[in-house]
């Protein structure tokens, strides 16, 4: 049983103190926020003590591990305390949104042989896992390309837009590191983006919507679709296309019904909301594996490192589409 402490008690937070609490191998043994009353709703619905301060979390030794739930900003000062003092660490994507904050928190912990994992939650998703796992089967030999569809259903508040490091490091970050998971290594990035939806958006110097263009080391191109808004729902689906044929993962549907009439033939129920609906099962697998890296020293599927990855990637498409320019990465 791995003792955890959970900082950050928002969103998503909420959600894996449940998971946690959930999980026959994980122990949630305290929680932190900074404002206080997030941690205490959490405590009082899971019956967990609520800590008082990051030291105080740190300085408990029943807790093994801590899970990074916090905003984005907190993540690098988190995960080098948190390492420092010992702890494996779990945390939410992105690392940070400056690298060179991600390569000063590398340094600081480098030597620690640390373990940490990142939060990209959809290389656990049960569809893409598979997808991934029969492509690196050779079941449609020699990949050439990828197109990853990723749309929000609806624009995030403009509070939420001020800090989030724009729509490439906060949204395209998952889209990203889904790239490098199918296709490996990216060489070259083209990116184009677009104020199609939310003039509030582009008057905060940000854009709603894009597609990108990449190169594989493997000589594969990769295609992302974003888009801030979506009519449907929460729009998640890939496409792996290789020289033996083609593989797809879909969007899901609560159920497989299909109505049939006269308006319109072949209606499934609508898609997931969004990402923690969609994503259930993934941020549960996300935390299975990540205890099991704890208990058996393995490194997880996705490290520090691929966090720094998908970072330059996201500032890489930053300038492509300043520069109007195809950005090589070294
Ligand atoms: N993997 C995913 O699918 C996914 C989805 C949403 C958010 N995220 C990431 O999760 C993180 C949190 O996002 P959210 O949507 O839950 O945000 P949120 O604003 O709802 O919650 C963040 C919480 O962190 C708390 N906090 C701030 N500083 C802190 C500190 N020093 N110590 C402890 N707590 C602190 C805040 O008070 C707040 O309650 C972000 O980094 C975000 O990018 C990941």
Request: aromatic letters at 6%; hydrophobic letters at 45%.
């Amino acid at each position: 049983m791995i003792g955890f402490a959970l900082f950050g008690c928002g969103r998503i937070g909420r959600m894996h103190a449940r998971n946690l609490h959930a999980h026959p191998g994980a122990e949630l043994v305290t929680c932190f926020d900074v404002a206080g009353p997030a941690a205490a709703a959490v405590a009082a619905e899971l019956g967990v003590p609520q800590a008082q301060s990051v030291d105080e979390v740190l300085a408990n030794p029943r807790v093994r591990a801590v899970f990074i739930a916090s905003s984005t900003d907190t993540h690098v000062d988190l995960i080098a305390r948190s390492v420092q003092a010992g702890k494996a660490v779990l945390c939410e994507k992105p690392v940070d949104l400056d690298i060179a904050r991600v390569d000063a928190c590398w340094q600081a912990i480098a030597g620690l042989q640390p373990l940490v994992m990142l939060g990209f939650n959809r290389r656990f998703d049960p569809s893409f896992r598979a997808l991934r796992d029969r492509l690196a089967a050779g079941e449609i030999g020699r990949l050439e390309q990828v197109v990853i569809t990723s749309r929000d259903p609806a624009p995030p508040p403009p509070a939420y837009i001020a800090v989030s490091g724009g729509l490439f490091r906060d949204m395209t970050i998952h889209d990203f590191d889904l790239a490098r998971f199918l296709a490996g290594d990216i060489v070259e990035v083209q990116a184009m983006g677009a104020n199609l939806i939310d003039p509030t958006i582009q008057a905060q110097g940000d854009i709603d919507a894009a597609m990108l263009v990449m190169r594989a080391a493997s000589g594969a191109l990769v295609h992302i679709n974003n888009s801030r808004r979506c009519a449907y729902g929460y729009d998640q689906r890939i496409e792996a296309f290789g020289e033996a044929g083609m593989l797809q993962a879909h969007n899901q549907h609560p159920t497989t019904v299909e109505a049939w009439g006269g308006a319109r033939t072949r209606a499934m129920d609508p898609v997931p909301h969004f990402f923690i609906e969609r994503y259930a099962d993934a941020y549960r697998s996300e935390l299975d594996h990540f205890i099991d890296c704890v208990n058996t020293g393995a490194a997880p599927l996705a490290g520090f490192a691929e966090g720094r990855e998908a970072l330059r990637l996201a500032d890489a498409a930053l300038d492509s589409m300043k520069s109007g320019r195809a950005v090589r990465l070294a």
